[in-house]
C-alpha cells in the first residue's frame, strides 16, 4: 500500500482482556517499529522487527506484551490481560533500510483504551 | 539509546510569523530526524539531516544541526495555520538500526 496501515484505529478493552493491534507496514520495507505513546508525551520505543527477525524488544514495558511478524511483513502486538496504564496510543513504523536514514514512516496509530 | 529534547514546549504566533523550535541530544548521532503530528494522528516525517551536514532545507522548512553543541533547529518560514501540530526530533544512531528515541516535543499553535 500506500502508507503504513494500522487497525484498528480505537480499541476499547475491558482490563483483563486480551487485545490485539496490527500493522501492516509499506510493502518490501525492511524495519518495523512498535511504539507507545501516551497522552501529551513523545512516543517511545516498543519494539524492532528487521524482516520476520526481532532484535530489540526492550522497550516492552512487561510480559504482557507479545509482538510478532512471521513473514516479514505484517506485524501484530498483543497485549495480555490489559491494565489502565496500557490506555495510549500505539504506533507502528516502517523503513526501506535498516538503519533508517531515509527517515520512518508512521501509521495513525491504534488509540486503545482501557476501562 | 539517544534522546531529543525539543524547546520551547510550546510556541503561539501568528500566520506569516517564522516559528524556530529546537532540539538537543546526548551522543553522536548518525542522522537526526524532524517529525511532525496533527492531534490524534501519526507522525509525519518532515526532514532528516545527517551527521556530515550542517543546514538542510526543504520548502519552507530549514533544518541545522551543530554536532559539536549536539543540537538542531528547525525553522518554518511564512507560518501557516495549518503548520499548527507537535513537532518532534528523533536520533538516529552511528550504526546498525535506529530505534528513534523522541522527546516530547514542541506544540505549534500558528494563529489566523
Known amino acids: 500500500g500506500a502508507g503504513v496501515s494500522q487497525s484498528p484505529r480505537y480499541k476499547v478493552a475491558k482490563r483483563g482482556q486480551d487485545v490485539a493491534l496490527r500493522c501492516d507496514p509499506i510493502?518490501?520495507?525492511?524495519?518495523l517499529f512498535w511504539y507507545q505513546q501516551a497522552l501529551g508525551q513523545g512516543p517511545e520505543f516498543l519494539t524492532y522487527f528487521q524482516n520476520e527477525a526481532q532484535l530489540d524488544k526492550s522497550g516492552l514495558p512487561s510480559d504482557r506484551f507479545f509482538a510478532e511478524r512471521p513473514e516479514g511483513s505484517v506485524s501484530t502486538l498483543k497485549i495480555q490481560r490489559t491494565q489502565q496504564e496500557d490506555s495510549a496510543v500505539y504506533l507502528c513504523?516502517?523503513?526501506?533500510?535498516?538503519?533508517?536514514?531515509?527517515?520512518?514512516?508512521f501509521g495513525s496509530g491504534t488509540r486503545l483504551t482501557v476501562v | 539509546s539517544q534522546q531529543g529534547e525539543e524547546d520551547p514546549q510550546a510556541l503561539s504566533i501568528q500566520e506569516g510569523e517564522n516559528a524556530t523550535m529546537n532540539c538537543s541530544y546526548k551522543?553522536?548521532?548518525?542522522?537526526l530526524q524532524w517529525y511532525r503530528q496533527n492531534s490524534g494522528r501519526g507522525l509525519v516525517h518532515l526532514i532528516l539531516i545527517r551527521s556530515n551536514e550542517r543546514e538542510k532545507h526543504s520548502g519552507r522548512l530549514r533544518v541545522t544541526l551543530d554536532t559539536s553543541k549536539k543540537s538542531s533547529s528547525l525553522l518554518i518560514t511564512a507560518s501557516r495555520a495549518a503548520d499548527t501540530a507537535s513537532y518532534f526530533c528523533a536520533t538516529g544512531l552511528n550504526s546498525g538500526y535506529s530505534t528513534l528515541t523522541f522527546g516530547k516535543g514542541t506544540m505549534l499553535l500558528v494563529s489566523p
Open positions: 513504523a516502517s523503513s526501506i533500510t535498516q538503519s533508517g536514514d531515509y527517515g520512518y514512516t
Open positions: 510493502s518490501g520495507h525492511v524495519s
Open positions: 551522543t553522536s548521532i548518525n542522522n
